[in-house]
């Protein structure tokens, strides 16, 4: 598999920022492939900001497609068939046009290899029906785009219009019989930037062309609010580990969004639902996120709802030599509570090997919150 993206000489990747050489991590939604890092699209809320590659404009590539693969096939956290995967969610954007080749070579390869793997995409750029015919090529994996919309008009924020993500999603959901699904990814919403009910509205009309909607708020890190002191506005005065969204807002989006029946908060339910399957993330012993859900959607993940035992935790988490401190401090209908992990990745692996949550004791979810931050929350019931 030929790389179309200059590829860096070892020396070269040695000098990258530590995190930015990790090409397989785990992340929320699933195990993030990025060997390829660089985009020109400047959002100034992007999360490259957090990996210190926000002055990498230009795509790279840190090994060719078919090294990335196989670092990740082999990965230890990965699991066939079970683990969901996230491609070039991190640094770039999949559809560029230089870094298209690559996403099509990764997933063909992943695909030959009879995996059925759910693969998250997540783009902002143009696509075409010459796209979708490839995608319909793919024969085992369950491919899932994800077109990010946020609306926001400022171009000092988003100088890559939010239309032509709104477009690709109109194209891409309108081909018939086809086997990924289409999600919108309506994010960040930021109170003042794009909350009008004229943005609401068009978020809405845009909705009833995809599969799943999901609405989400913004990661507001140390490292964004130093680049939005470059004259940006401040859209919240603290910055925090979790997604603002504040209580306010969700109570407007789920006003507009009344008639619909297919908006989540979550992003593994959206894509579950798309594909007709229980969430893989096991929310639905959080009943506070089911209540925006379908029935239908709800029958399914209530059926596949398993609470687990002390003992099957331990037995997972053998697999993992850096959860051998895992300690289990409860265990109730909405997740396993644990201690003596040093990092989150062997988490998200036992969350998705068991289909059900594991919260780290350090970081406590409260009601109605759902994960969230506590900006613009009043209470804190745990």
């Keep these: ?20 050489r990790e090409v397989v991590e785990y992340r929320k939604s699933g195990l ?69 080749p690559h996403t099509f070579a990764v997933l ?14 997540i783009t902002r750029h143009q696509m075409s029906t010459e796209d979708a015919v490839r995608l319909n090529g793919l024969r085992n994996l ?46 960040p919403l930021v109170p003042g930037l794009n909350d009008s009910p004229e943005h609401l509205d068009r978020a809405y009309e845009l909705s009833q062309r995809a599969d799943a909607t999901v609405f989400t708020g913004l990661f507001y890190r140390d490292e964004i609010a130093d680049y939005r002191a470059n004259n940006l506005p401040e859209p919240y005065h603290e910055t925090a580990r979790r997604k603002i969204v504040p209580e306010t807002l969700e109570r407007r989006v789920l006003s507009t ?59 997972v988490a053998s697999a993992l030599a850096d959860a051998s401190g895992l300690v289990v401090v409860d265990i109730h209908e909405g997740a396993a509570v644990v201690s003596g992990l040093s990092e989150e990745q062997p988490r998200y692996y036992l969350q998705h090997a068991l289909g059900f949550q594991v919260h780290d004791v350090r970081h406590p979810h409260y009601d109605r919150r759902h994960g969230r931050a506590e900006i613009g929350w009043k209470a804190e019931t745990t």
């Design 1 to 20: 598999m030929p790389t179309f993206v200059p590829l860096l000489s070892s020396d070269q990747t040695a000098r990258l920022p530590a995190r930015a």
């Design 108 to 121: 063909e390869d992943l695909d030959a290899r009879g995996l059925r793997n759910h693969v998250l995409v």
């Design 257 to 315: 969004f009344a008639g619909s029946d297919s908006l989540f908060r979550k992003t593994s339910c959206a894509v579950s639902y798309a594909h007709g399957e229980p969430d893989y993330n096991g929310h639905y012993g959080v009943r506070e996120l089911c209540g925006i859900c379908p029935l239908d959607q709800l029958d399914i993940c209530r059926d596949a709802h398993r609470m687990p035992t002390p003992d099957r935790i331990h037995e």
């Design 142 to 187: 369950k491919v899932t785009l994800l077109f990010t919309y946020s609306g926001i008009d400022n171009k000092e924020i988003e100088p890559y219009p939010s239309e032509v993500a709104a477009q690709s999603l109109k194209i891409m959901s309108a081909v018939v019989s086809r086997r990924y699904r289409t999600v919108l990814y309506w994010r």
């Design 32 to 100: 993030s492939l990025n060997h390829i890092q660089g985009c020109p699209l400047d959002c100034a809320y992007c999360i490259r900001h957090t990996y210190s590659l926000w002055d990498q404009r230009q795509p790279r590539a840190l090994m060719t497609d078919a090294q990335a693969v196989a670092e990740l096939a082999n990965h230890r956290f990965f699991q066939p068939d079970v683990t969901p995967v996230q491609l070039f969610n991190r640094a770039t954007d999949p559809f560029l046009p230089a870094v298209r």
